[in-house]
């Protein structure tokens, strides 16, 4: 934010006394001079000064002279008296607007600062409209000296101008020019006092929309124009904040074409400061209608989805006239996974084919072509075994001796190779036959058929065609993978057909235990962010059944995480209500399941990033007489204050971490991870985060440590940052099994889909370290998967637009994996490790296509550096900085933007990002060839 205006500029009187004192060491034969350079109220030697500056001096000396009449002179009319302060005033405006070095006027007037004051008191309350206008003029004079020598905390600067204000409207006279003639430093320092009056006064008890406020509200309705005409749109905003009249900001004529850009990225950012959930709410809400006010409906969409307002999609889209607009807001909607059906549009089945995703497939598989990345790969050319220095499995196998297949080894190549080809439609276990099928046994199988669905991902079509014949095998777990994969494949793609729903209602409503859970899972994974009701019936029984029994709680957990993915940031009354109920109903036995904690979630991911709305829920969770009580509770705080930044709810976690438990400090745990959800996207707040995390990594108990790597993989999804990775190195060397195996998984976390070298080298140092360790292993091989995720195309990141939006459905899927990591051992390392599946809702391509208007690929030029923040920076700032030129389409990492590199053609989307419809530049003139060349 810019810097705030209420602190006093540095007393000028200050610099010159110093001036003085080194005028007297230059010359050190003038010691007279110098000590009488001691005596405050002699401003300078007169023999030091030039003719001029004596000249203004003796003029100014004078002028005061005659205001106040020293010598009582009869002669002296108020008229003479206005002339002398007419003289003042001249030579202080004159000087005050240039503030680069320090009027003179204001040095010369330095000791009869007290004089004047003196006299201003003297004049009376004389109703003479003469008098009236003199004491007004002096106010103002008494104002601007009052802005260097007046009492910091007696606001003696806004005094005089609000009584000079009173005085000029007392003799119905203007006094317009009157606040910008004397300059921007004048007017800083009175913005700053009239926010601490502001202040000062409601915390006396005024009611601010009371007429009490009107002065100073005058004075801003004058401050706040002329700042923004003059470039200071931050220090404009700022004040209205302060006097809580932001909605002002709609008013002003002042914000035009040119500058508007400028006022709403520093709105937008300001936002990021505002702990009341009122305020943050108004100052998008301002944001929002100036875009309006300029047509920029995409930029318009982008904030309403930032505030969460789904609602106005419906207005933006009927309101927007240009074809081209909307279907770029349509990619937008489809990149948030908006769940949004366009009615009574010319166009409305072309929007409805974007929105749902249903091209995503084919623009991905020919970004892959054009970078040469179709060859399908196998879980060797990942792990690259005989780069191993200590030869590894492969040089066992060349001397001759029996290879024995773990079951584990084969399904960590399962969830590799799915992971590595997702989106390709074509591997070498899984698609050529069945053998690698039968590899694996029960939960294996389950994994390995599942495993088709992410490899067809976003493919409906082809993909049921391969997994049609699964959903009708005599293993029961095959066929439970094949259900789920069905839900793989359709996540974030809308389909005509539904053919999610149609194949998996029967399995919810079956007798088998496995079919439902794969059915859950689907289905979660699949209608992530729609809010479907018909999905919410299917559901809801599932989570209300009261059996006991470890199987049951685990349906019921699953089927939980399911709605909560699927009403995501929704507050839906009906399936928080029932989830809430669930867990008051439950018995001990059943809230000791370890994956109780998935109702958590799921009751949290229905109020992400929702704040305050979720108070009422938070109370009846801490009614529930048990210890997951306070887990549930502290989930519930931390996704409601996801990307937040809010600093009490922090404070509130670290608080948390502080007890020494040894046991029982799962909501310990939570909090850690917590502190990274609410700080996330936010650099101040990230920062700030990584350096407690330090602190508890030497201070707290085991359980709290063994979440910090999670927290620290959170803070940076598919953003390897050379400290973090350094940082998750050391910990996965700890002797701690947990922490060890957390900090493996964080690294694949954080370098998801990003293909680094380095993280690389280092997951594959592990793999032989812990070549012993059967779970280390798979922890190793699922990052590897991470890392190496899509061939490097695709990201995990659930933040998009320019860091500015927040997918609710990807964050549910990285939070997911985050809290099966809370417990390995009967998550991910036991039966349960299908839930990794949950990240194909994060996966995301990180391409930049840009295309025509009839949506055919159009290559430009973009340059892609590193993002470079530009808020409320003057003039035309660089947005990137080191950056490459590349032709589209082009990949982009987090923390990069991309600007487009010619003029020949105008971008649609004032972002970069995803697909880009660019249309023709009419100004454009092709530069002429010379031709003597």
Known sequence: MAPKSNEKPVEIAAETESKKANDGK??????????????PDIVEDDNAMSEEDRELKERLETCVSTLINEKSEASVTTQIRLKALDVIVTELRS??????????????????????????????????????FLRARLGDVLAVLAMTLGKHDERESLNFKLKAAKDYKSIAKTSEDNLGSWGHEFIRSLAGEIGQEYNARVLAGSDPDDAAFADLLGMVDVI?????????????????????RLKNVLKLDSIDEKNFRRVCLYLIKTADFMSDPDDYAEVLEAAYELFL????????????????????????????????????????????????????????????????????SEEFLKVAQDLDVTEAKTPEDIYKSHLAETGGFSRRREAGGAVVDSARANLASTYVNAFV?????????MTPDNEWLYKNKDHGMMAASASLGLIQLWNVEEGLAQIDKFLYSSEEYVKAGAALAVGILSSGVRNDADPTLALLDEHINGDSHIMKCAACTGLGIAYAGSAREDVMELLLPLVEQDNSGPETMLEVSLAGLALGMI???????????????????????????????????????????????????????RTIEHK????????????????????????????????????DAQHQMAAVIGISLITMGEEVGSEMALRSFEHLLHYCELPVKRAVPLALGVLNISNPDFSVIDQLSRLSHDPDTEISQNAILAMGLTSAGTNNSRVAGLLRQLSEFYSKEAGHVFCVRIAQAMLHMGKGLMTLSPMHSDK????????GGVLTLIYSCLDLKSTLLDKSHYLIYYLTCAMNPRMLITVNEDLSWRPVTVRVGQAVETVGQAGKPKTITGFQTHTTPVLISTGERAELGTEEVLSVSSVLEGIVIVKDNPDYEAPETDEKK
């Open 804 to 811: 500015m939006l927040t997918c609710g459905p990807a964050l």
């Open 95 to 132: 000087a005050t607007s240039s503030m680069t070095s320090v009027p003179k006027p204001l040095k010369f007037l330095r000791p009869k600062y007290q004089t004047l004051k003196d006299y201003y008191g003297t004049i009376g309350d004389s109703a003479e409209e003469e008098v009236v």
């Open 224 to 244: 706040v124009p002329f700042n923004v005409e003059h470039n200071a749109e931050a220090e404009a905003i700022d004040l209205l904040i302060e006097v809580q």
């Open 567 to 621: 009403y995501v940031g929704k507050c839906d009354d009906a399936v928080g209500g029932t989830i809430v109920q669930r867990l008051m109903e439950a018995s001990d036995e059943e809230l000791d399941h370890s994956h109780a904690i998935f109702l958590c979630l799921g009751l949290g991911l229905l109020f992400l990033g929702r704040m305050e709305k979720a108070e009422a829920m938070l109370e009846a969770l």
């Open 421 to 429: 080809n997702a989106g390709f439609g074509q591997d070498k276990l």
């Open 628 to 663: 997951i009580s306070k887990t549930a509770v502290i989930v519930l705080e931390t996704c409601a204050y996801a990307g937040s930044g809010n600093v009490l709810q922090v404070q509130e976690m670290l608080h948390q971490c502080a007890e020494h438990l040894e046991e």
């Open 26 to 39: 230059t010359k050190p034969n003038d010691k007279k001079k110098s000590k009488k350079n001691d005596n």
């Open 293 to 360: 006010k300029q047509s920029e409906y995409f930029d318009a969409l982008r904030v309403a989805l930032r505030m969460g307002n789904e609602e106005a999609i419906p207005d933006l889209m009927s309101e927007c006239s240009d074809p081209l607009m909307k279907k770029q807001m349509c990619f937008l909607l489809a990149r948030h996974r908006i769940n949004y059906e366009v009615e009574g549009d010319d166009d409305e089945d072309e929007l409805n084919e974007i929105i749902g995703n249903e091209k995503l």
